[in-house]
């Protein structure tokens, strides 16, 4: 089992930078999958951002602009979000894979015009 517990959410105007944290408890170690995804309102849930040990992998509408790092121990990850905008608005998962696929309980990022 694995639990995960995110921070960091808030209210940012649009361009303007946020950082995500994710805190990673049970079963997981620096081999193991971790990422982030979202959710806006009306749409599915979306991997944005994905790091293991040897790789990190973004999607098309967050490349350049979001950054994920994950601790040396490979329990904490995250998301630097800078450029953001009106459309980045939405609930943020931390996300982890090992034998099966977790999420946290949810962030709320909200980008105002």
């Known amino acids: 089992q694995v639990q995960l517990m995110e921070s960091g959410g808030g209210l940012v105007q649009a361009g303007g930078s946020l950082t995500l944290s994710c805190v990673a408890s049970?079963?997981?170690?620096?081999?193991?999958?971790m990422g982030w995804g979202r959710q806006a309102p009306g749409k599915e849930r979306e991997l944005v951002a994905l790091?293991?040990?040897?790789?990190?992998t973004y999607a098309d509408s967050v490349k350049g602009r979001f950054t994920i790092s994950r601790d040396s121990a490979g329990i904490k990850v995250y998301l630097q979000m800078n450029s953001l905008k009106l459309e980045d608005t939405a609930v943020y998962y931390c996300y982890a894979q090992t034998y099966e696929r977790y999420w946290g309980q949810g962030t709320q990022v909200t980008v105002s015009s």
């Open positions: 790091i293991t040990s040897g790789s990190i």
């Open positions: 049970g079963r997981i170690s620096n081999g193991n999958v």
